[in-house]
């Protein structure tokens, strides 16, 4: 009877959150190797069309999850919520014995002999490192692709973009690859590949989780607020389960009972499709049964793009700069055009271009005092505003785009990043903690996604509304795209 069991449970592996993987694990329905065998097989069949996975280590992970299925009897669950379920890495944290190189030539063989601290965590929490995932140069950029690794496709269409810069973990999340993995966002890094793969994304509010091992580092007080590491997966209660992981232990909960929901009006002065805007109808529709819910703006809303823009523009693109170009200090307009035209030289164009945008965009000294003040009176004002409120919002007005439109749009001379950034900018300029949900799908059968998003302190409630819209609008559905 269990033989018919564990060949019932393998085949449906693919489709399962890690959640319910390590549940059958602590059952004995199914044995780690056996998970980790399955989705390696699947690795290897989807990632030739996917690009995904830039490093793997297949071999070790196996002879690992031979040992948790030795030494099962003796585990304690409370402490290893994830015991023996593989999961998969973004390539820009570190994981000992494995490379991060940023996408970058120079790069190529630089192996880490440290973990990340979040990675500690999750192997201290059982879990087995099973591979990396692409991003793209430096994750300078919200397409994953590099010179060194190539272009990663959206789990959905390999037209489209996967997204960045966690292209490749949401993308390989996408097609059942993992059931979830670890990321980073600085500007829509989660939210955006979570949004065109239809995998959930949580982007952790400012400070609440190490960026320790990440790679670039945030060495700049604006910008280290704005980023964070977070998981991607297949359920909200993946989100909730790794997050209280990863964590910082001084993380503090509010508990508020009578939480208020104010949803992004479809009509807020910036680009929405239709489709999008039929899902946040539907949406309102629904949650005016179990919420106070309306339609609003919040405070800072349309300030937020510039003020993003700025401040990942605020040593002039410096730090990228060096680190990507070693000891050379190249004319950068010089550099992008030698790259256009040839596509030989070792940098990306994305790279180029976004770094020729942050010299232009570079705030002077005045200006940097001015953003410091006004964040200063936002984050209080926001505190307070947002202690019994949880936002609403969109990913981005549309679905995946074919590649190469999603950086014409963001990255273009005539900063049109002020009006598709918004949606995005607005957790990271203000360091809220933000979830990223599947709702459904357009008329091209490309995932649609929504954010919600409150103070730091209010994740417990995030998550109880990301369940509740999960279990409405289906969430997470595998795509066989590419099987």
Not at 18 to 45: D, F, M, N, P, W
Not at 100 to 117: E, F, P, W
Not at 408 to 423: A, D, H, L
């Amino acid at each position: 009877m269990s033989k018919v069991i564990n060949l019932k449970v393998k085949n449906n592996l693919l489709n399962l959150d890690a959640t319910e993987i390590a549940e059958l694990i602590k059952e004995r329905k199914v044995t780690s190797e056996e998970v980790t065998s399955t989705l390696i097989g699947h690795i290897k069949k989807i990632n030739p069309s996917l690009n995904a996975v830039v490093e793997e280590r297949f071999s070790d992970a196996l002879k690992e999850a031979r040992e948790k299925d030795n030494t099962i009897d003796t585990t304690n669950w409370n402490n290893q919520p994830l015991y023996g379920v593989p999961i998969s890495i973004k390539e820009s944290i570190h994981v000992k014995g494995m490379k991060t190189t940023g996408g970058i030539v120079h790069r190529k063989d630089l192996i880490m002999s440290n973990d990340a601290s979040v990675v500690e965590k999750l192997k201290k929490a059982g879990a087995i490192i099973l591979c990396k995932t692409n991003t793209p140069a430096l994750c300078f950029c919200h397409e994953t692709d590099n010179k060194l690794y190539g272009r990663t496709n959206n789990a959905w269409n390999s037209k489209r973009t996967a997204g960045g810069s966690s292209g490749g973990e949401a993308a390989l999340i996408g097609v059942g690859g993992t059931p979830v993995g670890l990321s980073s966002d600085i500007g829509g890094s989660i939210r955006f590949p979570s949004h065109f793969n239809g995998v959930v994304g949580f982007k952790p509010g400012k400070f609440q989780v190490s960026s320790d091992g990440h790679f670039p580092p945030d060495n700049i007080p604006l910008k280290a607020r704005m980023s964070s590491i977070g998981p991607i997966g297949k359920s909200v209660r993946d989100m909730q389960l790794v997050y209280n992981i990863i964590k910082r232990q001084n993380e503090k909960r509010a508990f508020y009972e009578k939480m208020q929901i104010e949803i992004l009006p479809n009509d807020n002065g910036f680009p929405l499709s239709e489709p999008t805007s039929l899902f946040l109808d539907n949406i309102h529709n629904h949650l005016q049964d179990y919420y106070q819910t309306n339609i609003s703006i919040p405070p800072y809303f349309n300030d937020s793009a510039i003020i993003w823009q700025e401040i990942m523009s605020v040593d002039g693109g410096k730090e990228i700069r060096d680190l990507a170009f070693n000891t050379d200090r190249p004319n950068l307009l010089k550099y992008y055009m030698q790259e256009k035209l040839t596509k030989k030289t070792t940098t990306h164009l994305y790279l180029a271009w976004a770094l020729i945008g942050a010299n232009l965009y570079k705030p002077s000294q005045k200006r940097i005092k001015e953003i410091e003040t006004f964040i200063e009176e936002g984050d209080r004002a926001l505190n307070s505003y947002l202690k019994n409120r949880l936002l609403v919002f969109p990913v981005y007005h549309r679905s995946a785009l074919k590649h190469g439109e999603l950086y014409k749009e963001i990255f273009s001379v005539k900063k049109t990043y002020t009006e598709f950034m918004p949606y995005i900018a607005y957790a990271n300029v203000w360091g809220l903690p933000s979830l990223t949900i599947p709702v459904g799908f357009d008329d091209n059968h490309l995932p649609i996604g929504i954010q919600i998003m409150s103070r730091n302190g209010n994740e417990h409630a995030i998550f109880r509304l990301g369940k509740l819209l999960e279990n409405k609008f289906g969430g997470y559905i595998r795509s066989t795209y590419h099987d």
